[in-house]
C-alpha cells in the first residue's frame, strides 16, 4: 500500500513553468510503476505521462511531449512532473497515480489502484 500527497500546483502565465512532486509514504514506493493524469472541468481524466518503476522508461502524452518531463527519486519516494512553456490548455487538476499491474506503459486511470488527491494547476493571462 502507498499513499500519495501532491504539491506544486499553481497560477502561472502561459509560457511559464512549474513542478509537480507528489510524495509517497509507505515502503514500496520503487515497486510501482507511476503516472500522472489531469482533468479539467468537465472533461474526463486523461494521462499525461508515465514512468516505469526504475525511472529508466518514460511515455508522455502527444500534447505534453517536449514540453513536461517525468521523473522520480526511488530513494526519496517521490514523483516529479517538470512542466514548461505552460498553455491555458494544461489547466486542470493534476493527479499522481501508482500502479501494481505489470505492465507501465499508457495505462488508463482504471489501472491505478492508489491516487493523490490533486493539485490545481491554472495556466491563464
Known amino acids: 500500500q502507498v499513499q500519495l500527497v501532491e504539491s506544486g500546483g499553481d497560477s502561472v502565465q502561459p509560457g511559464g513553468s512549474l513542478r509537480l512532486s507528489c510524495a509517497a509514504s509507505?515502503?514500496?514506493?520503487?515497486?510501482?510503476?507511476m503516472a500522472w493524469f489531469r482533468q479539467a472541468p468537465g472533461k474526463e481524466r486523461g494521462g499525461v505521462s508515465w514512468?516505469?518503476?526504475?525511472?529508466?522508461?518514460?511515455l508522455y502524452a502527444d500534447s505534453v511531449k517536449g514540453r513536461f518531463t517525468i521523473s522520480r527519486d526511488n530513494a526519496k519516494k517521490i514523483l516529479y512532473l517538470q512542466m514548461n512553456t505552460l498553455k491555458p490548455e494544461d489547466t486542470a487538476m493534476y493527479y499522481c497515480?501508482?500502479?501494481?499491474?505489470?505492465?507501465?506503459?499508457?495505462?488508463?486511470?482504471?489501472?491505478?489502484?492508489?491516487w493523490g488527491q490533486g493539485t490545481q494547476v491554472t495556466v491563464s493571462t
Open positions: 497515480a501508482a500502479t501494481e499491474d505489470t505492465r507501465w506503459a499508457r495505462l488508463g486511470s482504471d489501472a491505478y489502484k492508489y
Open positions: 509507505g515502503d514500496r514506493f520503487s515497486a510501482f510503476h
Open positions: 514512468i516505469h518503476w526504475s525511472g529508466g522508461l518514460t
